[in-house]
């Protein structure tokens, strides 16, 4: 046997490989190391391959900031199973990322894939996780918030996540938090009216029109009626019009005026693993 079992057992501390595979590995490269690492990683994309069509729609969802939380990222790690997505050592993976991430301030899904831990990039390590883990692994999802303050929320499970950024630094934390959990809640799609294309509206109208011509409302009230019903929908869907989830008799715009007249959202972030 030209390799030992301390070879075997850095093998599978350094790739996370069965017992097994490194001890397969290390004959296949009669003792080489290095060789005996490339052929784990090969057999990880080889794997990644022949899982390229499954669906992995179960997963991790993790968002964080920077120490001085000017800065927060996204992410979304999928795989098959539920039993795989609880795994501590798949979150931990998923943190890893979002760690670099945020070290690296990527912009992009693309550019987080290029970034390198431990010499190796983001993409290729995920692909030796399916070899790994023996399950299809999709880094899917990223997303960030750059602002003077941004919060970040984790819903517990790990399948919900939000990031809000506001316009003044240094923002009472509870408040930042209620804002992120309105987030995760009401799922808004937009800060406010005028962040909606007009495009949307115009159908939003339409639609409204159609509704009510079909229930026999006069067509010289149409437009009108349409309009109430479009205000009703930007209560619905934009998050400083909603309803505060703590007192429904206040609106998120109101609430954080309660606290400060200038505080603003600049912008937010939400994925869900269920939507």
Not at 6 to 30: I, N
Not at 125 to 154: C, D, H, P, R
Not at 165 to 171: D, I, L, M
Not at 207 to 229: C, N, S, T, V, Y
Request: aromatic residues 6%.
């Amino acid at each position: 046997m030209s390799y030992t079992t301390a070879d075997v057992v850095k093998l599978r501390k350094v790739t996370g490989a069965g017992m097994m595979d490194c001890k397969s590995a290390l004959a296949e490269s009669d003792g080489n190391f290095d060789r005996a690492l490339e052929i784990i990683r090969e057999k990880g994309k080889l794997v990644a391959s022949k899982r390229a069509d499954r669906d992995a729609a179960e997963g991790v969802v993790l968002a964080k900031t920077t120490d001085n939380n000017k800065f927060g990222a996204l992410v979304v790690l999928n795989c098959e199973t539920d039993f795989v997505a609880k795994n501590e050592n798949f979150i931990a993976f998923t943190s890893q990322i979002l760690d670099a991430a945020l070290q690296q301030k990527t912009t992009k899904l693309e550019e987080l894939k290029e970034v390198q831990i431990n010499d190796r990039t983001v993409e290729a390590q995920v692909s030796e996780q399916t070899g790994v883990i023996g399950e299809k692994i999709e880094l899917s999802y990223f997303g960030k918030i750059e602002a003077e303050t941004v919060v970040n929320y984790i819903h517990p499970g790990n399948k919900l996540a939000t990031l809000v950024g506001f316009n003044k630094a240094n923002v009472d934390v509870q408040v930042a938090k209620d804002v992120a959990m309105q987030v995760a809640a009401m799922s808004p799609v937009a800060v406010d009216t005028d962040a909606i294309p007009s495009n949307i509206v115009e159908k939003e109208l339409e639609i409204a029109r159609e509704k009510f011509r079909q229930e026999g409302k006069p067509e010289a009230m149409l437009d009108k009626i349409a309009q109430g019903a479009l205000q009703k929908w930007y209560k619905e869907v934009t998050l400083l019009n909603q309803a505060f989830i703590k007192d429904g008799k206040i609106t998120v715009k109101e609430y954080l005026a309660q606290h400060d007249k200038e505080l603003k959202v600049t912008g937010f972030e939400r994925y869900a693993l269920d939507n």
